[in-house]
Nanobody, 124 residues
Framework: VRLVESGGGSAQPGGSLRLSCVAS????????LGWFRQAPGKQREAVAA???????YYASAVKGRFTISKDNARNTLYLHLNKLKTKDTGTYYC???????????????????WGQGTQVTVSS
């Protein structure tokens, strides 16, 4: 499967952005999709992901501000970023992993497939 992100850019604190990720190349029906990010000088971290029953999970830092959604007919994953903060700045990656292991990203496991990333910059 190939993952291609789009929609990054610049926003002011309190603003919004929407990221998109198109999955091509016959994504496995056993894969779950999610989003990671990497801030400058920091390690990559899980932001949001779907579980195998389509339940969304969020990092505590973004819960209530970000929303993950998907359009299965279009093989597209979205991340709606609202109430942006300067600490949300970073490169955002779309990821895919077998649903049986995606749940472990919250304790440090690394998803199998990554997109190239899209930059989000939040500044005034």
């Amino acid at each position: 499967v190939r993952l291609v992100e789009s929609g990054g850019g610049s926003a002011q604190p309190g603003g919004s952005l929407r990221l998109s990720c198109v999955a091509s190349g016959n994504p496995s029906s056993g894969d779950c999709l999610g989003w990671f990010r990497q801030a400058p000088g920091k390690q990559r971290e899980a932001v949001a992901a779907f579980d195998d029953d389509d339940t969304p999970y969020y990092a505590s830092a973004v819960k209530g501000r970000f929303t993950i959604s998907k359009d299965n007919a279009r093989n597209t994953l979205y991340l709606h970023l609202n109430k942006l903060k300067t600490k949300d700045t970073g490169t955002y990656y779309c990821v895919a992993d077998p649903c049986s292991t995606m749940r472990f990203v919250w304790i440090g496991s690394t998803p199998r497939t990554w997109g190239q990333g899209t930059q989000v910059t939040v500044s005034s």
